[in-house]
């Protein structure tokens, strides 16, 4: 899924409108998972002018990006350290990690040749999906379009939980980033 739909879900799952901490931990946990790939993809190709295909196509797959993946992206660590905030009882940390796992849960579900090893350090296997949240090959066009209409509907359900001007900004930031790129690519790619 792409991020602002993990932060929706997120904030959806675990946000609290009367605990600003709880709520920024599920914004925060929601996010960590694709964090390491932002700082790296963001570093290559705005700092050091790498080519995007080169980012997507080569530094994506090398060893040195997928080790740093793992550890973000490991149910097993996450599992790990939601057990231990459950016995400790923090609300805010229950929201990490709960938002985290979802985030991972669902990214399970929907990368084909680009997913992760969720299992490390158990194992570095790497479930392929048989459905993308974006490859048309794999359905991505019907998964892209669900993951919108849902993250939308979940917005409005947000809006009306949350009263605060700040949490507002934030879900309405939330739904334009995750609808308008969808509108714009099905302008840019439409045929006449």
């Not at 923090?90 to 990690?97: K, M, Y």
């Not at 605060?164 to 969808?182: D, H, K, N, Q, W």
Request: glycine share 8%; net charge negative; hydrophobic share 60%.
């Amino acid at each position: 899924m792409n991020t602002p739909a993990h932060l929706i879900f997120g904030l959806a799952a675990f946000g609290k409108p009367d605990s600003g901490k709880v709520t920024m931990a599920a914004l925060v946990g929601a996010l960590i998972p694709d964090a390491s790939l932002y700082l790296l993809a963001g570093a290559h190709l705005l700092i050091l002018g790498t080519d995007p295909q080169v980012v997507f196509g080569q530094l994506y797959f090398s060893e040195t990006w997928q080790a740093i993946f793992r550890v973000d992206n490991s149910v097993v660590l996450w599992g790990i350290a939601l057990a231990f905030v459950v016995w400790a009882r923090s609300a805010w940390a229950i929201a990490l990690c709960g938002a985290a796992l979802l985030h991972l849960g669902l990214d399970f579900l929907f990368h084909v040749d680009d997913g992760r090893a969720h299992f490390w350090p158990l194992t570095t296997w790497i479930f392929e999906s048989p459905v993308s949240y974006w490859d048309p090959n794999h359905y991505g066009r019907v998964v892209g379009a669900i993951e919108v209409l849902v993250s939308a509907v979940i917005c409005v359900w947000l809006w009306k939980r949350f009263k605060t001007g700040l949490m507002r900004v934030i879900i309405a930031f939330l739904a334009v980033a995750e609808i308008a790129p969808s509108i714009l690519f099905a302008v840019m790619f439409s045929t006449n």
